[in-house]
């Protein structure tokens, strides 16, 4: 089995908070929402969860605004999916990842 404890934590609750929002808010955010990445605490206390999400300035402030709305049930789901003693708090960070990557791409075409 690869990695360290905290990677292996770090990616049963990426698993498990992007099973919510499969289950729960799939058609409830206009952008297309993924979990890109988490990051665990040493003490594992403590999960950063980066959430890529997809579409205009409008969605995309929509979308984050549903999740944040949901951080109590996300991190409720997490504590029923990973078995740990202590469920970690779940801070939400916008991963803008992809759309970084599509206004370079953009340009690159505009190049050609």
């Known amino acids: ?3 360290s404890r905290k990677e292996r934590v770090a990616e049963a609750i990426r698993a498990a908070a992007a099973d919510y929002l499969i289950k729960n808010l799939a058609n409830s955010t ?14 594992l206390r ?8 997809f579409g205009n300035e409008e969605a995309v402030s929509s979308s984050f605004k549903t999740l944040q709305n949901h ?13 740990m003693k202590y469920v970690p708090e779940i801070r939400l960070f916008l991963d803008d990842t992809l759309n970084q990557a599509d206004k370079v791409n953009g340009l690159l075409r505009d190049l050609e």
């Open 1 to 3: 089995m690869g990695g």
């Open 30 to 43: 206009p952008g297309f929402v993924t979990v890109s990445h988490v990051k665990m605490a040493p003490d």
């Open 46 to 53: 403590l999960a950063t969860i980066y959430c890529s999400i």
């Open 71 to 83: 951080l109590g049930r996300i991190r409720y789901h997490v504590g029923q999916e990973v078995p």
